[in-house]
Structures are given as C-alpha cells and as structure tokens.
C-alpha cells in the first residue's frame, strides 16, 4: 500500500463523521493534489498522502495545542511513525508558519519539524488553497476571502491569512505555472528509427 492509500483511510476514520465538511475539503484537496501528478513525477504519492492528511490534527481526538498543522504532525510523528517529509509537509501546510507565530508556536513548529523541498510545500499550499471547504475548485482569492468571512476580521487565523497571502498567492501562481509549462510542451513522438531493422 503507498502512502496516498495508507493516508486516505486514515483520515477517513477521524474526520468523515465528526467533521464532515472538513472531510469534503479534504477530499478535494487530494483530487487536486493528484492533477499535479505531471509536474511532480515520483513524488506525486507522497503529495497526494500530505493532501490527505494536511487537516488531520483537526480531528477532534487529536486536538492538543488548536494549531492543527501542529496537532497532525505530532500525531503522525508519534502515534504511526509515518515517514518524517510526509509529517514534515503537514507541519508546515499552507504558510503554516505565520499561524504558528500568531499561536506562539512557532518555535516548537520549527523545533520539531524542519522544511520540506519548496517544490513539495508550494504544491501541497497550492492544493490547499484552490479547495473550497465543500471540496470544490475555488480561485485562491475567493478561497482566502472564504476563510477571512469564515474566522472575522479581528480572529488570529484571518491575521495569519492576511500575513501569509503572499506567500499562498506566490505559492499558487509558481503551481499553474508549472502546469501551463507542462501544458505548452509538445507530446513526444516516437520516430522508428529505419537503421533499427
């Protein structure tokens, strides 16, 4: 079983009935993780597994510090000893960073979970943020306006989505880049070679 496989029916235990929304978005979070595949090659299964898994330390079992990239990682660290770039890329999901200095958690994130390769990071972000919370394909804008209405203005995640929308937006342009890059290149065409024979 890959780690995409192992990460879906994972999730689905903690999130599908407590927190079904939660789980809609998940799903959708994956569906768009794996429209990646052609600009991640041999590195898809362990984006698709992180896009699983990016929400998880939302479970309501699971909660411990209310910092979910935090909660996930550590429970995915600890509780399955799942391979250190899948824990690491649920740590830092989405600019994670910034919510974590809003928490005081920063350094403990750090601490506990270096980064990823940026390519991993930058794709996980961007699957992220194109998902609306039904699991819909959503432009980032509308998806941070989302989250802003959702939390309020004066709420420490809106503060933290607003610190960290360059990032996210940066995050999600270099990922439609790379698909329109992969888009424009011509399909290659196997020429049979007449010495061959």
């Not at 896009?51 to 510090?65: N, Q």
């Not at 250190?84 to 989405?94: D, E, G, N, P, Y």
């Not at 350094?107 to 996980?124: I, S």
């Not at 209405?149 to 940066?170: D, F, K, M, Q």
């Amino acid at each position: 079983m890959g780690h995409a496989e192992w990460a879906r029916d994972l999730v689905e235990n903690l999130l599908r009935k407590p927190l079904p929304r939660r789980w809609a978005h998940t799903q959708g979070v994956a569906a768009r993780a794996e429209s990646l595949v052609p600009i991640l090659g041999e590195e898809a299964d362990l984006l698709i597994a992180a896009a699983w898994l990016h929400d998880i330390g939302y479970a309501p079992d699971l909660v411990d510090t209310g910092f979910h990239p935090l909660d996930g990682a550590r429970y995915l660290r600890d509780v399955h000893q799942a391979d250190a770039r899948l824990c690491r890329l649920v740590a830092h999901h989405s600019c994670a960073v910034y919510e974590a200095t809003e928490r005081g958690l920063l350094d403990a994130l750090n601490a506990e979970f270096g980064l990823e390769r940026p390519e991993l990071v930058t794709a996980l972000t961007y699957a992220d943020m194109t998902t609306s919370p039904d699991g819909l394909p959503l432009d980032v804008s509308d998806r941070l306006a989302e989250i802003h209405s959702r939390y309020g203005p004066e709420h420490l995640v809106s503060r933290s989505i607003s610190n960290a929308t360059p990032c996210i937006t940066s995050a999600v342009r270099a990922v439609q880049e790379a698909l329109a890059d992969v888009r424009r290149r011509p399909a290659v065409e196997e020429v049979a070679d007449p010495q061959a024979h």
